[in-house]
């Protein structure tokens, strides 16, 4: 079992920044990637972005590349994703998941390819 503790949410202004944070605990020997979505309310969770254990790989979402840099410490098992240039519609609750391997862009977009979730963490972009 491994456990995922999202933080860094809060209330920016649209072109502003946020880094946020993704802490396993539990099972963590093993390796394993990590991604992120976000859920929008009255909107579906969608994939923003992965990262292979190693990381040396990574795969965003179109919207986002250029804008967010997904990056991870093994040492202290955390991942962030750091999110530049904010836009309102960047609004969401932001998850972290981890799955078992990292794959392709398609695959590591879907919910189903994650075995461990966080509880989310506010992301507020005033305009």
């Known amino acids: 079992q491994v456990q995922l503790v999202e933080s860094g949410g809060g209330l920016v202004q649209a072109g502003g920044s946020l880094r946020l944070s993704c802490a396993a605990s539990?099972?963590?020997?093993?390796?394993?990637?990590v991604g992120w979505f976000r859920q929008a309310p009255g909107q579906e969770r969608e994939f923003v972005a992965a990262?292979?254990?190693?990381?040396?790989?990574?795969t965003y979402t179109d919207s986002v590349t250029g804008r967010f840099t997904i990056s991870r410490d093994n040492a202290k098992n955390t991942v962030y994703l750091q999110m530049n240039i904010l836009k309102p519609e960047y609004t969401a609750v932001y998850y972290c998941?981890?799955?078992?391997?990292?794959?392709?862009?398609?695959?590591?977009?879907?919910?189903?390819?994650?075995?461990?979730w966080g509880q989310g963490t506010q992301v507020t972009v005033s305009s």
């Open positions: 998941a981890a799955a078992p391997v990292f794959s392709t862009t398609v695959r590591m977009s879907r919910r189903a390819s994650y075995d461990y």
């Open positions: 539990g099972r963590t020997s093993g390796t394993y990637a």
């Open positions: 990262i292979s254990w190693s990381g040396s790989s990574t």
